[in-house]
């Protein structure tokens, strides 16, 4: 079971006042901001990294960075956005670490693409949103339907397989190639793995 469980879309503002009660050191004041954004960032990591510990990590991670840069805190500020770059510089560096599994790479990029698929709420730069549309709508018909199917629709193998009139193994090898496609597509886009990185975790956020 997770950790948090799993919450509507919120999206949480945060007094001034209580941003300036951090910067003074205050815990109580800690434990609501944690209270409040915990939750939303574990879920969002759960969803691209699959591994809890790991999550777990992060966000303690976050959190102990937050406290020790608390100083640094504009009240008058984004301070969402503040937040999520501490986390997303945690997570790139986990990135960089695991995306040496190919298997494991293909599971990340194949979660992105269902976290875009599926939000019409997500926070994605205008640029990056329409690389991911691009990047799918570039795939060969039968592909992207087979994507499309899988990934928005969450029908099963089998099932594609009989609205389609093919096999399964078919419908497992095209999508394969629609992700790494995909991939290769943003990749070539980014011309950074860096920016790969990042652009990951911006296109996984749903609040």
């Avoid at 007094?15 to 434990?31: M, N, Q």
């Avoid at 209270?35 to 939303?40: R, V």
């Avoid at 020790?68 to 790139?92: G, M, N, S, V, W």
């Amino acid at each position: 079971m997770d950790k948090f469980p799993i919450m509507p879309h919120p999206s949480p503002k945060v007094d001034p006042d209580l941003l300036r009660r951090l910067r003074e050191g205050d815990d109580a004041a800690f434990k609501e901001i944690y209270d409040c954004f915990a939750p939303i960032l574990y879920q969002r990591l759960l969803r691209l990294l699959k591994d809890p510990d790991t999550v777990e990590e992060i966000l303690q991670d976050t959190f102990l960075k937050l406290w020790e840069k608390r100083a640094q805190i504009d009240p008058q500020r984004a301070f969402k956005t503040y937040l999520y770059r501490i986390t997303d510089h945690l997570a790139i560096d986990v990135f960089r670490k695991i995306t040496r599994d190919k298997a494991l790479q293909q599971e990340l990029w194949a979660s992105t693409v269902s976290s875009y698929l599926h939000t019409e709420e997500a926070l994605i730069a205008k640029e990056e949103q329409q690389l991911l549309s691009a990047a799918i709508n570039q795939l060969p018909p039968k592909r992207k339907q087979i994507l499309l199917l899988c990934k928005l629709h969450e029908k099963s193998y089998q099932e594609v397989a009989d609205l389609m009139g093919i096999s399964v193994s078919t419908v497992s090898n095209q999508l394969v190639k629609a992700i790494k496609e995909i991939k290769n597509f943003v990749l070539h886009a980014t011309r950074s793995e860096h920016a790969l990185l990042l652009f990951l975790l911006i296109a996984s956020r749903i609040f």
